[in-house]
């Protein structure tokens, strides 16, 4: 099965081509607030690129988030109609599971994004053939990470986007267990998206088009009015 | 040719099917007025995560209404503004995916030179050059049109758009999200006289200012102990009065310095039944067509994109 994966949830896009053969295409910028601009070409260039059709796409794979409202909304209605209205099947896998599952290395792993005011969007996974989630996604502040999480007495990887404002209050949370990943691991890819979703779509699960939301984590402020 | 229209802008989904700009083959809008009304205003994240749930539904909906499937569309067109960046962007990204799968031609159209086209549903195409009044939520915009996209802004509010003020006059009332309807409902069984309301002229220009109305409105129903039903009536009537008084009254002054060859009112408060009989009576006066959307094609819509 030949699967498109986008991956919107952060100031990164992701776009990728990922089939029985492996990843086929990829193609990632960092366009903060442009999503809407970038998605849909980029899509189109790296299908060229690969020369597939787009009638050739058999699966939609999309990341739910959590992560930038916005985009995350973006992704998932571009996915989501394209899968409806083609009769495709869809499936929306997590922005953190994503991340984690990028990291190179094996033992556990905490995926953390940003999560504006001063929090983080987070999960625990342990790496070794695939990452395996043990804890939901949580919403925390970085300094205080250890106490939402399971007792840590082993290493453990840091990756996500968290980690361009709160790699230190995280790191000394988890000290001495912590270190960060390289900043290449810090965005979720859609290499990996597809990859993950892919298998999910042969296992025969799939995400309803019409009822796939995002993984908001966050209460919209609702004293936040229009102008 | 069939287009799919998308309108995602405030608090309205909606998707539509017109056959070659003049017949409606289906018109679905689905209201967050409910979502938002305790907040007597619309919350822009609670918008867009609406229109995530509805758009595809609606589109669904406009297409089977329509009696047609994919292959019976030959464009699609998708409102780009103005209106709330979140929310536009969910139906922007979906009209983009679906132009591109299914190989549409897509256009992106402003939300008011939407509701100014309106008018062509009905009426067929715009005598130019028009005289339009664009009054809503969100603007009261006196334009005059010259060609298509082609506009000369005559006028506008300084403060709040008339149908802003009517939602806050309404909220203070007790009256429900958009106040507007509620405030024509109620106002129908009301005197225009009994509760003595300025008439916001200003000067001798073509600007427009409701603020002024809308604090005295609010401040008579302060005043008032025990407000009863016939005094929110007399209350509504009375606002729709002068409101729609200084809006003709600009309107009229417009038409005499630019001599169009029609004037047309466009947006949500056109469908107020007080401006559109207020407007129609200056007709004759006028010696030009009167064009108003019918009712339903005034609020927003995706038939008009
Ligand atoms: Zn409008």
New binding site residues.
Partial sequence: MRVLAIDTATTWGSVAIVDAAGVVAERSAHVPAAHLEWLIPAIKGMLADARVECGAIEGLVVSKGPGGFSGLRIGIVTAAAWAHSLGRPLAGVSTLEVIAAGVEASGLVLAALDARRGEVAGALFRRADCATRLTPDQLMKPDVVRDRLPPIDEPIVLAGDALERHAAALLAALSPWATAAPPAYWWPRAAIAGTLGRARLLRGERDDPLGLLPDYIRRPDAREFAP | MRVLGIET??DETAASVVEDGRTIRSNVVASQADLHQRFGGVVPELASRRHLERLLPVIDLALEQAGLTWSGIEGIAVTCGPGLVGALAVGVAAAKSLAFTHNLPLIGVN?LEG?LFANTIDSGPLPMSSLALIV?GAHTDLVLVEGPHRYVMLGRTRDDAAGEAFDKVARSMGLGYPGGPEIDRLGRGGNRKAVPLPIPFLDGGLDFSFSGVKTAAIRVLAARRDPDPQFLADLAASLQYVVAEALVSKLLRAARRHAPRAVLLA??VAANSVLRSRLLGEAGRLGVPVLIPAPALCT?NAAMI
Avoid: A, E, L, Q
Wanted: glycine share 24%.
């Fill in positions: 802008s405030c939300h509701h809503s947006g949500g927003d």
